[in-house]
Nanobody
Framework: QAQLVESGGGLVQAGGSLRLSCAAS????????MGWFRQAPGKEREFVAA????????YYVDSVKGRFTISRDNAKNTVYLQMNSLKPEDTAVYYC????????????????WGQGTQVTVSS
């Protein structure tokens, strides 16, 4: 079955770091762009970062540029989101997603989604 599983969330103080992982099943997502989104209670789902499965081009929402880094390890079918200098406003459930050709910055452009992992940043 095609699936994405996120891990690595947790509680961290402002200024700290977390590294999220997204494990993709089999080779199903070869050639897919991979993205990270986040959603806080009462807020809309927000694009965070994306990476081309082939080529390695990356994209970020302005609010995380310089702090977050998306990367991939194709041999492990895994995508990562390194989050540094975390701020309380980064608190959200973070979701990994795979796109077969839709707009990378829009949730509707993704075909598969993980279950999410909670990131909480305290002041």
């Amino acid at each position: 079955q095609a699936q994405l599983v996120e891990s690595g969330g947790g509680l961290v103080q402002a200024g700290g770091s977390l590294r999220l992982s997204c494990a993709a099943s089999g080779r199903t997502f070869s050639g897919y762009a991979m993205g990270w989104f986040r959603q806080a209670p009462g807020k809309e789902r927000e694009f965070v970062a994306a990476i081309a499965w082939t080529g390695g081009r990356t994209y970020y929402v302005d609010s995380v540029k310089g702090r977050f880094t998306i990367s991939r390890d194709n041999a492990k079918n895994t995508v990562y989101l390194q989050m540094n200098s975390l701020k309380p406003e980064d608190t959200a459930v973070y979701y990994c997603a795979a796109s077969g050709g839709g707009d990378y910055y829009r949730g509707s452009g993704y075909d598969y989604w993980g279950q999410g992992t909670q990131v909480t940043v305290s002041s």
